[in-house]
């Protein structure tokens, strides 16, 4: 949306609602909108609506955890952003959020590990990853431990 239409683009979406109620994607038009606008705070509780309505639309799940962390709880938006990736694990913008997630958390190695399925995943010509994306993220990457490996040329010592 144009940036002299994002609060047109607000009533529109608001409007939808009031013509029907039941219409998640208006909410996640809604709330998605509103982080676009960097108003993370008013997102939340919309998204978190939506997905009461519709609990298994990743898009919505991935919303909800990008709300989550713009207001500084990222640790409690990756579960649903975990989610969001399993029910759609081609969608390149769920791993490169998860990853943004971790490394704003200090989980440098889950990050890495984020992206290396990523690149794995979707990239033609690299060898494809060992199980599906969430296990092999979180259980079977070699990255997962990169950084406290402590061995030098490892990517041990704590890294930058």
Same mark, same amino acid.
């Given at each position: 949306?144009?940036?002299?239409?994002?609060?047109?683009?607000?009533?529109?979406?608001?409007?939808?609602?009031?013509?029907?109620?039941?219409?998640?994607?208006?909410? %996640?038009?809604?709330?998605?909108?509103? /982080? &676009?606008?960097?108003?993370?705070?008013?997102? $939340?509780?919309? =998204?978190?609506?939506?997905?009461?309505m519709e609990g298994s639309e990743p898009q919505l799940l991935f919303n909800l955890g990008l709300a989550i962390r713009g207001v500084g709880r990222g640790p409690e938006g990756v579960p649903l952003m975990?989610?969001?990736?399993?029910?759609?694990?081609? %969608?390149?913008?769920?791993?490169?959020? /998860? &990853?943004?997630?971790?490394?704003?958390?200090? $989980?440098?190695? =889950?990050?890495?590990?984020?992206?290396?399925?990523?690149?794995?995943?979707?990239?033609?010509?690299?060898?494809?990853?060992?199980?599906?994306?969430?296990?092999?993220?979180?259980?079977?990457?070699?990255?997962?431990?990169?950084?406290?490996?402590?061995?030098?040329?490892?990517?041990?010592?704590?890294?930058?």
């Amino acid at each position: 949306v144009a940036a002299g239409r994002q609060e047109e683009a607000l009533k529109l979406y608001r409007r939808a609602i009031e013509a029907d109620p039941n219409m998640y994607e208006a909410y %996640n038009n809604l709330g998605g909108q509103l /982080l &676009a606008m960097g108003k993370a705070a008013d997102a $939340e509780p919309v =998204l978190r609506f939506a997905v009461s309505m519709e609990g298994s639309e990743p898009q919505l799940l991935f919303n909800l955890g990008l709300a989550i962390r713009g207001v500084g709880r990222g640790p409690e938006g990756v579960p649903l952003m975990r989610s969001a990736l399993r029910l759609d694990p081609k %969608n390149k913008d769920y791993y490169w959020e /998860l &990853a943004r997630t971790y490394n704003f958390g200090g $989980e440098r190695g =889950l990050a890495l590990s984020s992206l290396d399925a990523m690149t794995r995943t979707l990239r033609t010509g690299w060898d494809g990853i060992t199980a599906p994306p969430d296990e092999y993220i979180h259980e079977r990457s070699p990255y997962r431990d990169f950084y406290t490996r402590g061995k030098k040329g490892a990517g041990g010592g704590g890294g930058a």
